[in-house]
């Protein structure tokens, strides 16, 4: 599929996102600003987990206040909390810095209560007879971009710009990139004429045996991706190997180009081999994290985060596109909030567990990821008879 032979207004949205993925290296800048400043793994893990558990309430309640949401201003309401969430990340300064990092990581966390509304826009503005060749441009685009973004970003930040007070900064500059990315919402993006139902609670239809094991292939790789999170990552890169931003930018940078191989590779591939995909795919992360976990160098560590994200970005089509296939269209955004919480839920303890095995040894948690996907291939190799 072409990039013209793709709806207009779907690939705004595309577009969207490319604008957007540079600025995801706040998710590097923050944790490395917070070891900059006298934290350690486990005390980064215990504030994320501190700061998910406080969300839940808060979560329960704005999600009967804003029971509906109007799909394109749920993206910007999203844009608008980020641009909060970075503006207190700067001001994070002296005795009140605490503080203000807690309530911006709140804000961030509250934001991914919306997080369903993305899925809901591409249910709306993707073809539905072509989901799988739009995913791949959906995915190639923004990773050229966050490619280019974070190789500079990366560069400046890690070598020139290296202080807190410059992180700071920084933190400023992304925020009020947020007024225009909202401005690009309203101005470009068709208002799709529907609302949205906002459900911070749990599944409330019922699903079919399949769909029961694809919820347990859910919680098992989100258990395992959670724990390897990015405060280890950057934990062993900066503090053990005594890399900079740059560094650990590099291994992303991997990401981004395993991610976009791996569009190309989908491309070629006939879907009725979805389910081999699928299997390769979970084979490919097994490997990364077992090299992870054997405390490998820094020029190891990047081939080995390519490989994880082709076999991530391998799996990515075939698995949204079978879960749009597999959910009734009038429960569609209802479902995928429920996920949503359901991951939300695994993840509110991870991090405090991920110090806690990072402080008793920095690779652990890759070691505990390894078993959890070899025990994700075992269950999709039971389930598709390969």
Same mark, same amino acid.
């Given at each position: !599929?072409?990039?013209?032979?793709?709806?207009?207004?779907?690939?705004?949205?595309? #577009?969207?996102?490319?604008? /957007?993925?540079? !600025?995801?290296?706040?998710?590097?800048?923050?944790?490395?600003?917070?070891? !900059?400043?006298?934290?350690?793994?486990?005390? &980064?893990?215990?504030?994320?987990?501190?700061?998910?558990?406080?969300?839940?309430?808060?979560?329960?309640?704005?999600?009967?206040?804003?029971?509906?949401?109007?799909?394109?201003?749920?993206?910007?309401?999203?844009?608008?909390?980020?641009?909060?969430?970075?503006?207190?990340?700067?001001? *994070?300064?002296?005795?009140?810095?605490?503080?203000?990092?807690?309530?911006?990581?709140?804000?961030?966390?509250? @934001?991914?209560?919306?997080?369903?509304?993305?899925?809901?826009? +591409?249910?709306?503005?993707?073809?539905?007879?072509?989901?799988?060749?739009?995913?791949?441009?959906?995915?190639?685009?923004?990773?050229?971009?966050?490619?280019?973004?974070?190789?500079?970003?990366?560069?400046?930040?890690?070598?020139?710009?290296?202080?807190?007070?410059? =992180?700071?900064?920084?933190?400023?500059?992304?925020? @009020?990139? %947020?007024?225009?990315?909202?401005?690009?919402? =309203?101005?470009?993006?068709?208002?799709?004429?529907? +609302?949205?139902?906002?459900?911070?609670?749990?599944?409330?239809?019922?699903?079919?045996?399949?769909?029961?094991?694809?919820?347990?292939? +859910?919680?098992?790789?989100?258990?395992?991706?959670?724990?390897?999170?990015?405060?280890?990552?950057?934990?062993? $890169?900066?503090? &053990?190997?005594?890399?900079?931003?740059?560094?650990?930018?590099?291994?992303? /940078?991997?990401?981004?180009?395993? @991610?976009?191989? *791996?569009?190309?590779? /989908? +491309?070629?591939?006939?879907?009725?081999?979805? %389910?081999?995909?699928?299997?390769?795919?979970?084979?490919?992360?097994?490997?990364?994290?077992?090299?992870?976990?054997?405390?490998?160098?820094?020029?190891? &560590?990047?081939?080995?985060?390519?490989?994880?994200? #082709?076999?991530?970005?391998?799996?990515?089509?075939?698995?949204?596109?079978?879960?749009?296939?597999?959910?009734?269209?009038?429960? *569609?955004?209802?479902?995928? @909030? *429920?996920?949503?919480?359901?991951?939300? !839920?695994?993840?509110?303890?991870?991090?405090? $567990?991920?110090?806690?095995?990072?402080?008793?040894?920095?690779?652990?948690?890759?070691?505990?990821?390894?078993?959890?996907? #070899?025990?994700?291939?075992?269950?999709?190799?039971?389930?598709?008879?390969?």
């Amino acid at each position: !599929m072409r990039w013209k032979d793709i709806p207009v207004s779907a690939r705004r949205y595309i #577009l969207y996102h490319t604008i /957007v993925s540079p !600025m995801l290296i706040v998710w590097y800048m923050l944790p490395l600003y917070l070891y !900059m400043t006298g934290y350690n793994v486990l005390e &980064v893990g215990l504030i994320y987990t501190v700061v998910h558990i406080v969300s839940i309430p808060l979560t329960f309640l704005l999600g009967k206040l804003f029971e509906r949401v109007n799909v394109r201003k749920g993206l910007v309401i999203i844009d608008g909390l980020d641009g909060i969430a970075y503006t207190l990340y700067g001001l *994070a300064y002296g005795p009140i810095a605490p503080l203000l990092i807690f309530f911006g990581l709140l804000i961030e966390d509250l @934001s991914f209560m919306l997080y369903p509304l993305y899925q809901a826009t +591409e249910r709306i503005l993707y073809p539905k007879d072509r989901l799988e060749e739009v995913f791949v441009w959906h995915m190639r685009i923004p990773m050229i971009s966050q490619v280019i973004g974070y190789l500079i970003l990366g560069y400046f930040f890690g070598y020139i710009f290296n202080q807190p007070i410059h =992180y700071r900064v920084a933190f400023i500059l992304f925020a @009020s990139l %947020s007024i225009f990315t909202i401005y690009y919402l =309203y101005k470009y993006l068709p208002p799709m004429g529907r +609302e949205e139902r906002i459900e911070p609670g749990g599944i409330t239809f019922r699903i079919d045996k399949g769909f029961r094991v694809i919820l347990l292939v +859910e919680a098992l790789t989100t258990i395992a991706w959670s724990i390897a999170p990015t405060i280890v990552f950057l934990n062993y $890169i900066v503090n &053990v190997l005594g890399g900079t931003l740059f560094e650990a930018v590099l291994a992303e /940078v991997s990401v981004s180009l395993g @991610s976009i191989l *791996a569009t190309y590779i /989908v +491309e070629r591939i006939d879907k009725s081999r979805a %389910s081999q995909v699928m299997l390769t795919g979970y084979l490919l992360i097994t490997m990364w994290s077992l090299i992870m976990f054997l405390k490998p160098p820094i020029h190891i &560590v990047i081939p080995a985060y390519f490989i994880m994200e #082709l076999g991530s970005t391998m799996i990515f089509p075939y698995y949204r596109s079978w879960l749009f296939r597999k959910i009734p269209k009038d429960k *569609a955004t209802t479902l995928f @909030s *429920a996920l949503s919480s359901y991951r939300r !839920m695994i993840r509110t303890i991870t991090p405090f $567990i991920a110090g806690l095995l990072a402080t008793i040894d920095p690779t652990l948690p890759y070691g505990v990821s390894l078993a959890l996907f #070899l025990t994700t291939g075992i269950i999709l190799f039971r389930m598709y008879g390969l």
